[in-house]
């Protein structure tokens, strides 16, 4: 059974800036590609940004300038730099990775918990 959890959430200011983490552990064959989604109070879950195994990365236009995705295969975590953060930006955010726990198994999509994000004076 694969696991991820989400680290870094929490109160920032308008303008702030923080860093959330999603570690995979579990068993684990290869990740493929892995993001970060989120979703508002009374909203949907929309995608925030994605990054393939081979670091091509994708963004939502609502956060493109401001929020950048990186990971670390060695590690089997993907991280999100989020700067310039705005009232808007509050929501949880949810981790995803596309999971392969052994050779003979397919891609399945796995998800974290989720982390509070609020931005606000």
């Known amino acids: 059974q694969v696991q991820l959890v989400e680290s870094g959430g929490g109160l920032v200011q308008p303008g702030g800036s923080l860093r959330l983490s999603c570690a995979a552990s579990?068993?684990?064959?290869?990740?493929?590609?892995m993001g970060w989604y989120r979703q508002a109070p009374g909203k949907q879950r929309e995608l925030v940004a994605t990054?393939?195994?081979?670091?091509?990365?994708n963004y939502a236009d609502s956060v493109k300038g401001r929020f950048t995705i990186s990971r670390d295969n060695a590690k089997n975590t993907v991280y999100l730099q989020m700067n310039s953060l705005k009232a808007e930006d509050t929501a949880d955010y949810y981790c995803?990775?596309?999971?392969?726990?052994?050779?003979?198994?397919?891609?399945?999509?796995?998800w974290g918990q989720g982390t509070q994000v609020t931005v606000s004076s």
């Open positions: 995803y990775a596309a999971i392969r726990a052994s050779i003979t198994e397919f891609f399945r999509d796995g």
């Open positions: 579990g068993s684990i064959f290869m990740l493929d590609t």
């Open positions: 990054i393939t195994r081979s670091s091509l990365t």
